[in-house]
């Protein structure tokens, strides 16, 4: 089942109840704890996460890419890696280890060595060796369970880690929310036949599906695997938000739902491509964009729209290992822009560049603004279309030569195309691929990805078990990622105001936040006593008993810091009150400094 709808609560705070308190119930004492918020943003910030945890004092950049926790961040970063680990457990999973620090030769015998690209990285050890950082460990795992591994009778088996992985990511970004060094819990499945891959799947799917409910995250989860029924082969978890890098589709009337990359636009019918009017050249002057060709056709009384015309953008190609960059050129309606993420998708693992100035420069038969592909088989370059562009179907088009167009210009009478690509971009209200109704856009994150790889590895390293009639049978895998530091940032993404973070309470650094104001000792005596009984209560504080600081800046900063309630143990003292405060509704209330302790605990157990 593929889901459109959005999952889990937004901010919500779970109860002491859901689950253990993993951790248990500690007492944090910010006069001693090592935590400077900040009054600035940092200026590399780009988006709220990134501001707020470093402003809060949960993260510190280290390197491009790389991030030092502090005491608050690891709190919350142990709490969202206590529940990952909870759900693995819970499902069955079981737990391993594997270095970060890895010989080439794994990766070489599934030629990932290579094709992983630059985003490898690579080093050498003190005797030339070449070693790598690893950024998923498919092999290691495939490897490891074929080194104890041999009977039908040994599996299924589900093995994970939670680890650190190395991507030389091209734009690290937004602090942990896309690093070079970050956190994943990856797994892996083994199953005897293609039944028990889907219900491996399925368990993680379920998994995943508590997990991110638990985190107190918004997420859809979408298909990432072409095909209008690409099914369950492939699914990733996306948190919706803005600052997400990744876009995703959605029909409200039938419950697709897909990556932007993986949408497939519905081939159209061929028809006869003899049924047109000759092609014919016409002088079209100073026409190099598709504005200027339609307005200049629309004065010569050829009425025609921008959809009527054919654009064919030159991009380069490099397949792993290759040197050289070869061109293609890809044809989509010319109302449409060329969506190079969903072109790299469709051509993966080949890796795929705009063609720049110099390469038009080294190919003068590629007639820059003027290209049409009645060329492209004389100048031996492949064509790629978008799957608009049926058999039969007419364009408006480059005629090869500055100032000159060509129109009834028909697929498979005046040109040939080499092969179907996901090339043009996906816009809001496009039909959805199942049902036809208007698809939706977004922006998310993903924060965790679900994949059935089947046989690749097992292939790569004969993984096989002995049947009950001594014949092999060869494993058939999947592979299940949950970005484990990412998920800190998509949170906070998730979970926030203009005065600071909002931490749902399964995650929070702490329970409660009593903020001690004033001069008096009997308040500071007092929040240290309400302090205590929470902690016997089982309740986590975090205890504001700096003297000396004015009660603005400790207000400012437990809004920004993000604990979901926020007891003030201050003036109200004398009428014999405390002031709890609900961090994400701002909602107060004055309860009889007795009854605090109870109080507080009862609504931390609610959630
Ligand atoms: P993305 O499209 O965001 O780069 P990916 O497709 O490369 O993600 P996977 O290889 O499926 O991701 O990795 C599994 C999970 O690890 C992802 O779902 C994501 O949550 C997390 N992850 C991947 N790359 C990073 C990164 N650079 N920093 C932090 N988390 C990451
Ligand atoms: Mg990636």
């Known amino acids: 089942m593929i889901q459109g709808t959005p999952h889990g609560p937004q901010c919500e705070s779970r109860s002491l109840d859901h689950g253990t308190d993993i951790l248990g119930a500690v007492l944090l004492r910010m006069s001693t704890l090592f935590l400077r918020t900040l009054r600035e943003d940092p200026a590399d ?23 030092a926790w502090l005491p608050l961040g690891q709190v919350v970063y ?19 280890h594997f270095p970060a620090l890895l010989p080439r030769e794994y990766y070489e015998a599934t030629n990932r060595w290579t094709e992983y690209g630059p985003d490898l990285f690579r080093l050498k050890d003190r005797k030339g060796a070449d070693y790598l950082l690893g950024p998923t460990h498919e092999e290691l795992f495939t490897l490891m369970v074929k080194g104890e591994y041999s009977s039908y009778k040994d599996f299924p088996v589900i093995l994970y880690q939670i680890q650190t992985k190395y991507r030389d990511e091209p734009r690290p970004r937004a602090g942990i929310l896309r690093g070079r060094e970050f956190v994943m819990k990856d797994s892996y499945s083994f199953d005897l036949d293609d039944a028990g891959l889907q219900a491996s799947y399925d ?52 419950g697709y739902a897909a990556n932007t990359e993986a949408v497939q636009v519905r081939a159209q019918a061929a028809s006869d491509p003899f049924a047109h009017p000759p092609l014919r050249e016409v002088d079209t002057p100073g026409t190099p964009t598709i504005e200027s060709l339609v307005a200049l056709l629309a004065g010569q009384g050829l009425a025609v729209t921008a959809a009527d015309t054919l654009k064919n953008v030159v991009l380069k190609t490099r397949l792993p290992g290759e040197d050289d960059w070869t061109p293609v050129v890809v044809g989509v309606p010319g109302d449409r822009e060329v ?50 562009v049926a058999q039969g179907t007419s364009w408006v088009t480059g005629a090869n030569a500055v100032d000159r167009h060509a129109v009834h210009v028909v697929a498979g009478r005046d040109f040939e195309v080499d092969g179907y690509v996901e090339a043009a971009e996906v816009r809001a209200g496009d039909p959805c691929p199942v049902c036809g109704d208007g698809l939706s856009i977004d922006r998310g994150i993903e924060v965790g990805h679900i994949f059935q790889l089947g046989r690749k590895y097992a292939d790569a390293f004969e993984l096989d078990a002995l049947g ?14 949950i970005g484990v530091s990412r998920a800190m940032a998509v949170i906070a993404e998730q979970c926030h105001d203009a005065k600071g973070l909002v931490w749902p309470r399964a995650v929070a650094p702490a329970d409660v936040h ?6 008096d000792d009997t308040v500071f005596v007092a929040a240290d006593e309400l302090a205590d009984q929470l902690v016997v209560r089982g309740v986590r504080v975090l205890l504001d008993d700096r003297r000396g ?25 004398a009428s014999g009150v405390v002031e709890v405060k609900d961090r994400a509704t701002g909602e107060r209330t004055e309860v009889p400094v007795e009854a605090a302790a109870g109080h507080l605990a009862d609504l931390c157990r609610q959630g």
Do not use: W
């Not at 910030?45 to 004092?57: I, N, Q």
């Not at 993680?204 to 695997?225: E, K």
């Not at 063609?355 to 590629?366: K, N």
């Open 468 to 481: 009950p009639d001594a014949k092999p049978i060869r494993i058939t895998m999947g592979s299940y990622g």
């Open 203 to 254: 368990k993680h799917r379920d998994a995943y599906i508590r997990t991110f409910d638990r985190l107190g995250l918004r997420y859809v989860i979408v298909s990432a695997v072409s095909g209008a029924m690409g099914g369950s082969h492939s699914e990733e978890f996306i948190a919706p938000s803005p600052s997400g890098e990744d876009t995703f589709v959605a029909c409200h009337a039938c």
């Open 339 to 388: 969506d190079l993420r969903r072109v790299a998708a469709s051509l993966a693992p080949a890796e795929v560049e705009i063609f720049e100035a110099e390469d038009f420069a080294a190919h003068p038969g590629l007639v820059r603004g003027y290209i049409g592909p009645q060329a492209l088989r004389v100048l031996g370059v492949r064509y790629l279309v978008d799957p608009r």
């Open 45 to 67: 910030a780009e988006v709220p996460s990134h501001r707020l945890l470093v402003r809060a004092g949960y993260v510190r950049r280290v390197a491009p890419g790389g991030y």
């Open 514 to 519: 009593v903020v001690a104001t004033g001069k």
């Open 78 to 96: 142990d709490r969202i890696e206590a529940i990952v680990k909870e759900e693995m457990d819970r499902m069955g999973a079981q737990q391993v």
């Open 549 to 573: 600081v004015s009660p603005g800046v400790k207000f400012n900063d437990s809004e920004l810091i993000g604990v979901p309630t926020i007891v003030v143990v201050g003036r109200g003292l």
